[in-house]
């Protein structure tokens, strides 16, 4: 595949990785780092581009697919995939600069830190 060719498919991956990252952000620890008007271009511009290309895979597809019905809102998300959950307190964390090391500000929010994964799961959750 050449360049021009797959980077519709490496935008939707992008798109469709910062959809949830936000909407987990949003709707999971109730903060912010991106406009309501940018995440409705963001969401506009997904929806676009899967419309025009619906053989391109999208990421994560079973929680972003039904996210991006009607609205295009992740209000509906029940489960987000880990490596989602880790990119949002990974970017959350380096935008707020907090005075406390990683696993701490993620225990904060009710999420532990997964050494040997490194990864951020739901307190409570399987295997812990």
Known sequence: MNDSANAIPQRVRRLGRQFLVHSFLYYRLGENLISDAAFDQLAGELLALHDAHPEVELPHAAALKPALGDEASGFGIRDYPEAIVTDAFKLLYAETMPGVEFSEFVERRGYRVEIGAK??????????
Do not use: F
């Open 119 to 128: 990864i951020a799961t739901k307190m409570g959750a399987a295997g812990g």
